[in-house]
């Protein structure tokens, strides 16, 4: 039965960071493409990140380029969210998701229960 655990989420100051990790049982991550998603309270999710399986390519929200980084330990599979310079807008429940091929289309399917992260002084 395929699952994803987030973890790592908490509360940072601005310009603190954060790694956000997902753990994935019953699956491996390189077969599917999986990304970062967040939902800020009163807003629709947004998708922050995504790496595909296919080739390795990786997209990111243009709030985040520069500041975030994704990537995959294919060993222990898990995937990471690096966040640095953390802003209060960064501020919301963070989720990861495997897709249905593997390259980051719109289709995703597998969701973890999230991890909250706060950016707040």
Do not use: H
């Not at 395929?2 to 491996?28: D, I, M, Y």
Request: overall charge neutral.
């Amino acid at each position: 039965q395929a699952q994803l655990v987030e973890s790592g989420g908490g509360v940072v100051q601005p310009g603190g960071s954060l790694r956000l990790s997902c753990a994935a049982t019953g699956f491996s991550l390189d077969t599917f493409a999986i990304g970062w998603f967040r939902q800020a309270p009163g807003k629709k999710r947004e998708g922050v990140s995504c790496i595909a399986s296919s080739d390795g390519s990786i997209t990111y929200a243009d709030s985040v380029k520069g500041r975030f980084t994704i990537s995959r330990d294919s060993a222990k599979n898990i995937l990471y969210l690096q966040m640095n310079n953390l802003k209060p807008e960064d501020t919301a429940i963070y989720y990861c998701a495997t897709n249905r091929y593997s390259d980051c289309s719109d289709e995703y399917d597998y969701w973890g229960q999230g991890t909250q992260v706060t950016v707040s002084s």
